[in-house]
């Protein structure tokens, strides 16, 4: 009784809109939805390991591969990328949402460990991606399908290539491009023709498009014979036998449709597995 005649008394001298404010203020902050933050999910993109270094696997970021925060046609873009799912993806034999998706990325390309698929942190990096909608026509770059040479491909690697990624492509001033911190083997990029076609239109970094198609697959053919990560469950990728002929390793629907197997490439053991030990 007291009390709530104590608070009533208080609130008549607060002017009439200021109690509105403070009411719709009240209401707004009340648990729930908070809204998507596109700048929050760039920054998260462009900084993965260090802002979610539970989920980080590698020292890679989105943005290594996805150049200019994606907007790089050349460097498989994201322009209208969340009008192009939910689709159907023969990797997975399934359909994939937007969010399944990414954490493929994360848990492939990043080795890290998968992200809640409805958590704030995919909520935001969708949220960003949401905002490259364009009508322009992305025009995919022309595909590097000839072999490589890996012999060739160190030579090339040397002058082209190690004064950033290092020597043994470990990483020096620009990330790892092999070993314990590059991507896992199960990532698009472990595939010998999607890595020459990165390379070929956008490496070396300050001179992209001038290696010959040929160096690049002879690079790619180099880079991808240096131990990386594994991907635990590779084998049941593709799972209709649909494998396209670069991956590296061989997979149980390749094996029941009788397709000649890839000769086994060296992995390292991974920092994170790649779902979370107690999904929901
Ligand atoms: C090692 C390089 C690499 C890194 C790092 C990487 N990706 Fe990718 N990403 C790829 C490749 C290769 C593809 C396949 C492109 C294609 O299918 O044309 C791809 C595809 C995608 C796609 C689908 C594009 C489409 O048009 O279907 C999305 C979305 C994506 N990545 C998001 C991410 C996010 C988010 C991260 C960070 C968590 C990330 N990627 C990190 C290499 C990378
Ligand atoms: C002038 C320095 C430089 C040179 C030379 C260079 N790169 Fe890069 N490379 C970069 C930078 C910078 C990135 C983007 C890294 C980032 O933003 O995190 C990158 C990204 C990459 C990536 C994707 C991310 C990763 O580490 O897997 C690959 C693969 C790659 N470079 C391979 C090569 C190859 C092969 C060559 C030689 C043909 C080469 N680069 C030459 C600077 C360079």
């Known amino acids: ?22 009411t719709l203020g009240l209401t707004r902050a009340a648990p729930t939805a908070r809204a998507d933050d596109a700048t929050r999910g760039l ?28 907007r790089r046609e050349l460097a498989m873009p994201w322009v209208g990328v969340t009008t192009r799912y939910p689709k159907y993806r023969a990797r997975r034999g399934a359909i994939e949402t937007i969010e399944q998706r990414v954490n493929e990325c994360i848990t492939r390309s990043l080795a890290g460990r998968a992200l809640a698929e409805d958590g704030r942190d995919m909520r935001d990096m969708v949220s960003y991606l949401h905002t490259l909608q364009s009508t322009q026509v992305i025009v995919r770059p022309d595909s590097v399908r000839v072999d490589g040479d890996p012999g060739r491909g160190a030579g090339a690697y040397k002058t082209t290539c190690a004064r950033c990624h290092g020597p043994k492509a470990l990483g020096a001033l620009s990330p790892a491009v092999a070993g314990r911190h590059s991507f896992s083997i199960g990532a698009g990029m472990a595939r010998q023709r999607v890595l020459a076609t990165f390379i070929r239109w956008n490496m070396p970094h300050d001179m992209p498009g001038t290696l010959a198609v040929q160096d690049a697959a002879d690079i790619a053919a180099w880079v991808l014979r240096l131990p990386r990560p594994d991907h635990p469950g590779k084998e049941r990728d593709w799972p209709n036998g649909d494998v396209p002929i670069d991956v590296a390793y061989a997979t149980d629907g390749a094996g029941v449709r009788g397709l000649p197997l890839p000769a086994p490439r060296p992995l390292l053991r991974r920092m994170v597995a790649p779902t979370p030990p107690t999904s929901p």
């Open 1 to 22: 009784m007291e009390v709530s005649c104590g608070v009533h008394s208080w609130i008549s001298f607060v002017p009439a809109a200021f109690t509105l404010a403070l």
């Open 43 to 70: 920054a998260l993109l462009q900084h993965f390991p260090d802002s979610l270094p539970r989920n980080g696997g590698n020292t890679l970021r989105c943005t290594s591969c996805h150049l200019d925060d994606g």
